[in-house]
């Protein structure tokens, strides 16, 4: 990548696959291909090579949230959460260490996942409370309406416990039934 800043590079990254993609939606279903390690021969090398390099799972969600228009965010009611905001509420929710491998088993839902801000998160919490990966994967439930956000999140989620999460889908969660 060039010598422009790191977000400015994904941000760059991103409008090269828009560019043989046709759309802002295609663009995105193929970089999460990409990153998930599915090859689209329909772009060149060059082009798919960013999402292929070592990082590119770790930009994700900062590049979907900064590339949400203002009013779009807004008028979709997408906030994202701050990571210094998700510790401090998982510090109350989730005891650390022995205390969680102890005590009953834990679900989590976050009916408004985003790109995993709080599922992420748990889920480490979990891994280093000694709860096999599978186990982990199986307590996860997540919705958002926003179909790319669901699909970094499922991509994240895979990364860390190198298993799917099938509980972590598109749909309104906030919804009443």
């Known amino acids: 990548m060039s010598a422009a800043r790191p977000e400015e590079q994904w941000r760059d990254a991103l409008l090269a696959v828009e560019s043989y993609a046709g759309d802002r939606a295609a663009a995105w279903d193929a970089v999460l291909a990409l990153v998930g390690g599915i090859e689209r021969p329909d772009l060149p090398t060059d082009v798919a090579a ?11 969600a900062a590049l979907h949230e900064s590339s949400l228009d ?8 997408s906030f994202y959460t701050p990571p210094a905001l998700v510790g401090w509420l998982l510090d109350r929710a989730l005891p650390a260490g022995a205390a969680l491998a102890a005590s ?4 989590v839902l976050d009916p408004a996942c985003g790109a995993g ?3 992420v998160p748990v ?3 979990l891994l280093d409370a ?3 990966a599978v186990d982990v994967a199986a307590r996860l439930h997540g919705t958002d ?7 970094i999140t499922r991509l994240r989620l895979r990364a860390l416990l190198g298993v799917d999460v099938p509980g972590v ?9």
Do not use: E, I, N, S
């Open 50 to 60: 960013p999402w292929r390099a070592p990082g590119a799972l770790d930009a994700l």
């Open 145 to 151: 309406l926003d179909p790319v956000a669901v699909g």
């Open 130 to 132: 000694g709860l096999p």
């Open 70 to 77: 203002a009013g779009d965010r807004v008028a979709r009611g």
């Open 169 to 177: 889908r598109v749909a309104d969660g906030l919804a009443a039934p």
């Open 123 to 125: 889920a480490q919490r």
């Open 117 to 119: 801000a709080f599922l």
């Open 104 to 107: 009953p088993p834990v679900g």
